[in-house]
Nanobody
Framework: QVQLVESGGDLKQAGGSLRLSCAASGRIVSINVMGWYRQAPGKQRELVATITDDGSTTYADSVKGRFTISRDNAKNTVYLQMNSLKPEDTAVYYC???????????????WGQGTQVTVSS
Protein backbone atom coordinates (compact mmCIF):
# COMPACT_ATOMS: atom_id res chain seq x y z
CA GLN A 1 0.00 0.00 0.00
CA VAL A 2 1.26 3.43 -0.96
CA GLN A 3 0.35 6.60 0.83
CA LEU A 4 0.99 10.12 -0.36
CA VAL A 5 0.71 12.78 2.30
CA GLU A 6 0.67 16.44 1.37
CA SER A 7 1.41 19.29 3.70
CA GLY A 8 2.06 23.00 3.58
CA GLY A 9 -1.24 24.36 2.38
CA ASP A 10 -2.15 27.68 3.92
CA LEU A 11 -3.78 31.05 3.48
CA LYS A 12 -1.60 33.66 1.82
CA GLN A 13 -1.94 37.11 0.38
CA ALA A 14 -1.30 37.72 -3.29
CA GLY A 15 2.41 37.96 -3.95
CA GLY A 16 3.30 35.65 -1.11
CA SER A 17 5.08 32.33 -1.18
CA LEU A 18 4.28 28.85 -0.04
CA ARG A 19 6.02 25.52 -0.13
CA LEU A 20 4.09 22.29 -0.43
CA SER A 21 5.51 18.90 0.43
CA CYS A 22 4.39 15.41 -0.43
CA ALA A 23 5.95 12.34 1.08
CA ALA A 24 5.36 8.92 -0.40
CA SER A 25 5.53 5.88 1.82
CA GLY A 26 5.12 2.18 1.31
CA ARG A 27 6.93 -0.64 -0.40
CA ILE A 28 8.21 1.60 -3.12
CA VAL A 29 10.59 0.17 -5.66
CA SER A 30 10.96 3.20 -7.86
CA ILE A 31 9.18 6.43 -8.60
CA ASN A 32 8.91 7.37 -12.23
CA VAL A 33 7.10 10.66 -11.86
CA MET A 34 5.86 12.83 -9.04
CA GLY A 35 3.78 15.88 -9.52
CA TRP A 36 1.15 18.28 -8.40
CA TYR A 37 -2.36 18.85 -9.62
CA ARG A 38 -4.89 21.35 -8.39
CA GLN A 39 -8.62 21.75 -8.47
CA ALA A 40 -10.56 24.89 -7.75
CA PRO A 41 -14.27 24.84 -6.94
CA GLY A 42 -16.31 24.35 -10.09
CA LYS A 43 -13.26 23.69 -12.21
CA GLN A 44 -11.56 20.60 -13.54
CA ARG A 45 -8.46 19.22 -11.95
CA GLU A 46 -5.43 20.47 -13.79
CA LEU A 47 -1.78 19.59 -13.90
CA VAL A 48 0.49 22.05 -12.15
CA ALA A 49 3.94 20.52 -12.38
CA THR A 50 5.68 17.18 -12.68
CA ILE A 51 9.18 15.89 -12.17
CA THR A 52 10.55 12.63 -13.51
CA ASP A 53 13.10 10.26 -12.05
CA ASP A 54 15.82 11.91 -14.10
CA GLY A 55 14.87 15.38 -12.96
CA SER A 56 12.97 16.56 -16.00
CA THR A 57 10.24 19.01 -15.13
CA THR A 58 7.01 20.12 -16.69
CA TYR A 59 4.91 23.11 -15.71
CA ALA A 60 1.53 24.44 -16.58
CA ASP A 61 1.77 27.68 -18.50
CA SER A 62 -0.06 29.47 -15.73
CA VAL A 63 2.67 28.74 -13.17
CA LYS A 64 5.83 28.88 -15.25
CA GLY A 65 8.35 31.22 -13.73
CA ARG A 66 6.54 31.27 -10.40
CA PHE A 67 6.44 27.66 -9.23
CA THR A 68 9.34 25.27 -8.88
CA ILE A 69 9.01 21.53 -8.42
CA SER A 70 11.80 19.54 -6.83
CA ARG A 71 12.37 16.15 -5.31
CA ASP A 72 14.31 14.36 -2.63
CA ASN A 73 14.57 10.75 -3.70
CA ALA A 74 16.08 9.68 -0.40
CA LYS A 75 12.86 10.77 1.29
CA ASN A 76 10.51 9.90 -1.58
CA THR A 77 9.32 13.44 -1.33
CA VAL A 78 8.32 16.04 -3.87
CA TYR A 79 8.07 19.74 -3.19
CA LEU A 80 6.34 22.62 -4.85
CA GLN A 81 7.76 26.04 -4.17
CA MET A 82 5.13 28.59 -5.05
CA ASN A 83 6.16 32.20 -5.41
CA SER A 84 4.29 35.29 -6.53
CA LEU A 85 1.03 33.68 -5.59
CA LYS A 86 -2.12 34.88 -7.28
CA PRO A 87 -5.75 34.50 -6.23
CA GLU A 88 -6.15 32.24 -9.25
CA ASP A 89 -3.82 29.78 -7.55
CA THR A 90 -6.46 29.10 -4.93
CA ALA A 91 -7.30 25.42 -5.09
CA VAL A 92 -6.87 22.08 -3.44
CA TYR A 93 -3.47 20.82 -4.45
CA TYR A 94 -3.08 17.09 -4.93
CA CYS A 95 0.13 15.14 -4.96
CA UNK A 96 0.46 12.53 -7.66
CA UNK A 97 2.97 9.77 -8.16
CA UNK A 98 3.53 7.15 -10.80
CA UNK A 99 5.55 4.45 -9.15
CA UNK A 100 6.29 0.79 -8.75
CA UNK A 101 5.82 -1.22 -5.58
CA UNK A 102 6.86 -4.68 -4.48
CA UNK A 103 3.26 -5.86 -4.64
CA UNK A 104 2.58 -4.35 -8.04
CA UNK A 105 5.84 -3.91 -9.93
CA UNK A 106 4.32 -1.94 -12.75
CA UNK A 107 3.87 1.81 -12.92
CA UNK A 108 0.70 2.80 -11.12
CA UNK A 109 -0.90 6.11 -10.39
CA UNK A 110 -1.37 7.22 -6.78
CA TRP A 111 -2.97 10.32 -5.32
CA GLY A 112 -2.70 12.19 -2.07
CA GLN A 113 -5.61 13.56 -0.09
CA GLY A 114 -5.01 17.14 -1.08
CA THR A 115 -4.00 20.29 0.74
CA GLN A 116 -5.82 23.59 0.55
CA VAL A 117 -4.06 26.66 -0.78
CA THR A 118 -5.93 29.92 -0.52
CA VAL A 119 -4.61 33.18 -1.90
CA SER A 120 -6.47 36.32 -0.97
CA SER A 121 -6.87 39.35 -3.20
Amino acid sequence: QVQLVESGGDLKQAGGSLRLSCAASGRIVSINVMGWYRQAPGKQRELVATITDDGSTTYADSVKGRFTISRDNAKNTVYLQMNSLKPEDTAVYYCNAILRTTSWPRPYNYWGQGTQVTVSS
